[in-house]
């Protein structure tokens, strides 16, 4: 859906241009008579409430998440992050601190947690 209407709104905007150009002047005046005008307002106004719709289906989707389920989704990121910094510190050669971190690690989420 919102790809359709991009795609529309890019339509109409070129159809637009092509209207109200002449040569190498622009005829303001005359966007008003046109229907890509009026089109490309559709569109973007559709785009919009599209927006508006996702952004409370987001909102509402976080608010749904239990305690596990947001906890279980911070691990994973921290968890992430944790492999990068990991990938870094062993490529360093800096294994006393990958030991150091690990171990908080562990103790945040690890077998300590449950």
């Not at 529309?8 to 005359?30: H, K, P, Q, T, Y």
């Not at 990991?86 to 690990?102: F, S, Y």
Request: with cysteine; glycine share 6%; charged share 25%.
């Amino acid at each position: 859906m919102p790809l359709l209407l991009m795609a529309g709104s890019s339509v109409f905007a070129s159809s637009l241009v092509v209207e109200i150009a002449s040569g190498s002047d622009i005829e303001w005046n005359l966007v008003s008579e046109k229907p890509s005008f009026y089109l490309l307002l559709i569109c973007t106004i559709l785009l919009c409430f599209y927006q508006v719709a996702l952004s409370r289906h987001d909102r509402l989707l976080i608010r749904g998440l239990t305690p596990k389920q947001y906890e279980a989704s911070l691990r994973n990121r921290v968890a992430e992050e944790s492999a990068k910094r990991a990938r870094k510190l062993i490529k360093e050669g800096n294994v006393e601190q990958l030991e150091k971190e690990t171990e908080s690690f562990k103790k945040l989420f690890g077998e300590g947690a449950q």
